[in-house]
């Protein structure tokens, strides 16, 4: 999973994704259900995103600035 994660730097989001709406990002030439980890404002469409954890099967993810 670690391995994993540390690719996971080059996500970026198709949809707007919150910690309250489930949305997609694609990486790796795969799309995946994602959300921001709580407190975090919600990330607009075409936004790098770093995966932070995995909860199930969907990614929780931060923007990276």
């Given at each position: 999973?670690?391995?994993?994660?540390?690719?996971?730097?080059?996500?970026?989001?198709?949809?707007?994704?919150?910690?309250?709406?489930?949305?997609?990002?694609?990486?790796?030439?795969?799309?995946?259900?994602?959300?921001?980890?709580?407190?975090?404002?919600?990330?607009?469409?075409?936004?790098?995103?770093?995966?932070?954890?995995?909860?199930?099967?969907?990614?929780?993810?931060?923007?990276i600035?």
């Amino acid at each position: 999973t670690y391995y994993l994660l540390a690719r996971m730097d080059g996500a970026r989001t198709l949809e707007e994704i919150s910690h309250e709406s489930l949305g997609l990002i694609r990486f790796d030439d795969a799309n995946w259900t994602a959300r921001t980890k709580d407190g975090i404002d919600p990330i607009p469409p075409d936004t790098r995103v770093r995966v932070i954890s995995i909860a199930g099967a969907t990614a929780i993810v931060e923007p990276i600035e």
